[in-house]
Structures are given as C-alpha cells and as structure tokens.
C-alpha cells in the first residue's frame, strides 16, 4: 500500500463528511427529514418522519373524502406500507405522485360513516373521482400560542382521466 | 499459556496480581496476552464489543451473523485481514433489505466503522490509522449533530425537548414523578393527534416550568455534544487525552437511560475504545462498564425478565 496506506484511516472519515453534506442538501432543498439520511440530525427536531402527515383525499362532486392510511395501504400491493413511510421522510413529486395513482386506481366507496372505503359490500355506489390530491405536513411547535401545528411541505393533484 | 522461567536474559515472572489479570485477559481477548501487543489487545476489545453489536444490535444478514459468532470463538480471525473484508463485504446486504430512506443514522455510522477496520488493515500501521478513523469518525458525528441542533430553531428555543415531555412517557413519567407535570398529557395528546384533521393545529398542555426545563436541557444538550466534538477533532496533548473518554462516557450514562437506541451506543463504545489512550485495567472498566450500562438502561425489561428467571430457578426463591 506504501503512501496510499498512510490515508486509509481518512477514507470512512471522509464518506461520513461526503454523506453528511448530501444530506443537508436533501433536507434543504428536497424536505428530507432531518432525522435520516446519515447527517446526524436526529433528536434536534420535531419534524421527524414519523411526526409527519400524510394526507390522501379523494376529490368528487360531492367533496373530498380522506382516506386513511390503512385504507391506502389495504389496496396497494405489498411494500406500499414502506413506500408511504419513505414518503413521509422524503416527499418528492414522484412519490406523491404514485400514491395518488394508487388511490386513483382502485375502488371507493362510503361507508355507513360517510367515509371513503375500498369494500364494496358498502351500500353506497362507487364514488366518481374526479381528482386525488395527496398533502404532506410536518409538524411545528409554537411556543407562543401553546400549539403543534401542521404546515403543508409537499402537495400533488393527480386528475383522473375523463 | 506457556510459563517463563527466570534466566539472565529474561525478566523475572509474573507478580501473581499480573498473572490473575493475564488469565482475565485470556478469557476476554485473547488465547495468549503475552503475545498481544498493548494495541492490539485494545483493538481486540474493541472489535469483540462490535461483534456483540453486530449480533445483538444491528440489521445484519446470516453470513454476517455466522461471521460474527466466527469472530467471537476463533478470536484470531479478529487480527485477520480477510476477516474484516468478508464483514464489510456482507454488512451492507442487511442494510440494502431496507430502504435507505429507512437507515437510522447509527447504521451509517456502523457501516462507516465496519470499513473503516478493514480498509485500515491493509496499513503498514494499522493501529494508527485506525485509531485515526475512529476518533475523526467519532468527532464528525458529534460536530454534525451539534451543526444541526444549533441550526434547528426549535431545538434552541426548547420546544422539541418541550415536545417529547407532552410526547415521550419516558421523558413524561419523570416530570410526573417530579410533580411537574399531569400524568394524562401524553394519552391525550396521542388521542388528540390520532382524530386531528389533517392541516388543523393541536394543543400543547406544556406547563411554563416545562418550557424553562426545556430550553435550559437544550442548550446544554447543544454545549455536551458541541464539547465531545472539540475533544475528539481537536489535536490534544497526551496530558488532555482523557478528557475525550471522560465526555463520552459521560454522554453515554446520560443518554441511554432516555434514548433507546442501543445500537448507537455500543458503537459510539466500540469507536471510543479504539481511540483512547488509556491503558489496562482503567480502559477495560471505564468502556466495559459503558457497554454494560447501556445494556441494562436500553434492555432493562429483558435484563429484569433474564434476573426473574434465574430467580425463578433458584431453590427458596420466588
């Protein structure tokens, strides 16, 4: 190895400082969570990927019907579980933009609740969809007023075709 | 072990307090101390520790696995460079089952320290390269994390530590024992946030000695950690080198009795064993006994159902 085996204690020094900065670059211009991405931000903030807000909405001429993410996840193929929580960590277009194909997709009904569900036992005829809108939010303590409030980082409209 | 006998050439014997600690030695690291030289007896510890952490902490795969229990028995593998390659060349298949989106933080680092020892191997001084890596390896996660609780506003105002008493039952229960704070905010907050209409804003029942608590915690939190990167980037002095397994030590009994994250532990103790310039028996003791105490802070309900068991098994008790 000779010179070269001089700065072999550097290399894994210097992938830490390579990973950390990419990171900070998806957290400030991607909306990646803090939390992950090998930057060590974990524990500095309540915006941590698991305190984030998927929000998932069925547009109809009646209104918008959330659904939630058991229902989501309830219609997508195997892996969507983890797909969503990638989601919440980094929500980019794309992501967001495949979610709503999901919903897009599939079925939906109301229950007895007036809620948005994939059985179709349910009494009611299937919903018509015009669009799925799918919000990210993140969460933001204010001291002053005492509150946790939800701020919306990424949104996508998907229209569904006529 | 072989015995030495007293010639003119050689020195006298053992004291039969060095022979006790050498057949402690034996059981722990090595089939023959003697013929460990002072780093290498460190780097063997210290690799042991991350092989538990590979075996009981750590998303690794079954060749790593085996590679591991391999490790722990034959421990002469430790001190082959092949060895550590076949790690580093089989850890990351754990990790690439899961997402990278999915990584917590000290998997990276995990992996960094994994290649790290096998990439040094190949040195004509292993040791000091390292013993390199692992003090830039520990003094860049801790200047990172400083950089982004220094950079996160609410971190310095207090509200995320404010947040993880109305959020956290750990953190909750000991303001509850203190009589700060009641102990039905985090049931309802939790219910509270599950009905919450995505887009609407919760309450924060936080209590304003919780706020002052909070902000004070935070800055400390930001100086201990801002103060661990300093020792360990820092070129000290061998006179001030204690100081760096003094702060982490210190860190580690602070933090894991709240933080349940075992696994950054171990290695942060793993890391910090190779990098120290201490010796014998006060290593040994200062990071086994941090190993060990992470163990019980992050696993106490095994470790007392373990104690209840053998309890169990003894005549007269229970």
Do not use: C
Request: charged fraction near 15%; aromatic fraction near 8%.
């Amino acid at each position: 190895m000779g010179a070269i085996g001089r700065f072999t204690g550097l290399v894994a020094p210097l992938a830490l400082v390579l990973v950390a900065v990419l990171q900070v670059w998806g957290v400030t211009q991607h909306d990646l969570s803090q939390w992950k991405g090998g930057g060590f931000g974990m524990f500095s903030t309540v915006d941590a990927n698991a305190n984030r807000v998927l929000d998932v909405r069925l547009v109809t001429e009646e209104g918008a019907f959330p659904l939630t993410p058991a229902e989501l996840v309830g219609v997508a193929p195997q892996g969507t579980g983890r797909f969503v929580s990638g989601t919440l960590t980094l929500p980019t277009d794309d992501r967001l933009d495949r979610i709503a194909e999901l919903a897009e997709r599939s079925a939906w009904y109301l229950d007895e609740q007036g809620a948005a569900t994939s059985d179709p036992s349910s009494a009611s005829p299937q919903l018509e969809v015009q669009a799925v809108e799918v919000t990210v939010y993140r969460p933001v303590p204010d001291r002053a007023d005492q509150r946790l409030r939800f701020e919306p980082i990424a949104h996508r409209r998907l229209e569904s075709p006529a | 072990m072989a015995t030495s006998t007293p010639t003119p050439d050689t020195p006298a014997g053992p004291t039969p307090t060095e022979a006790r600690h050498r057949r402690i030695g034996e059981l722990f690291w090595s089939s023959d101390p003697n013929e460990l030289r002072p780093w290498e007896e460190r780097f063997t510890l210290s690799a042991t520790l991350l092989l538990l952490l590979l075996l009981l902490g750590s998303p690794a795969t079954v060749p790593t696995t085996l590679l591991a229990v391999t490790g722990l028995v034959a421990r002469d593998l430790l001190h082959r460079t092949w060895f550590w390659m076949a790690v580093a060349a089989t850890f990351p298949l754990g990790l690439l089952r899961m997402s990278w989106l999915a990584w917590d933080n000290h998997h990276f680092l995990l992996l960094y320290w994994i290649v790290a020892i096998a990439i040094t191997r190949l040195a004509a001084e292993p040791d000091e390269q390292l013993r390199r890596s692992a003090r830039l390896l520990l003094g860049l996660t801790f200047l990172f994390a400083t950089l982004w609780k220094l950079g996160t506003p609410d971190f310095r105002s207090g509200e995320f530590f404010a947040y993880l008493t109305v959020s956290d039952p750990r953190i909750a229960n000991v303001l509850v024992a203190l009589g700060l704070q009641d102990g039905t905010v985090v049931p309802t907050l939790a219910a509270e946030l599950r009905q919450l209409e995505p887009g609407a804003d919760a309450a924060l029942p936080i209590a304003p000695g919780v706020w002052r608590v909070a902000e004070l915690l935070a800055w400390a939190t930001i100086a201990v950690e801002g103060a661990i990167a300093a020792l360990y980037l820092a070129p000290l002095t061998s006179r001030w080198r204690w100081l760096r397994d003094a702060a982490l030590v210190a860190f580690v009994l602070v933090t894991y009795p709240v933080a349940p994250v075992s696994g950054f532990g171990w290695l942060l103790v793993s890391m910090g064993l190779m990098a120290t310039s201490l010796t014998g028996r006060r290593r040994t003791t200062l990071y086994l006994g941090a190993f060990l105490a992470i163990a019980v802070f992050t696993e106490r309900n095994a470790v007392r159902n373990a104690i209840e068991q053998v309890l169990s098994l003894l005549p007269g008790v229970g």
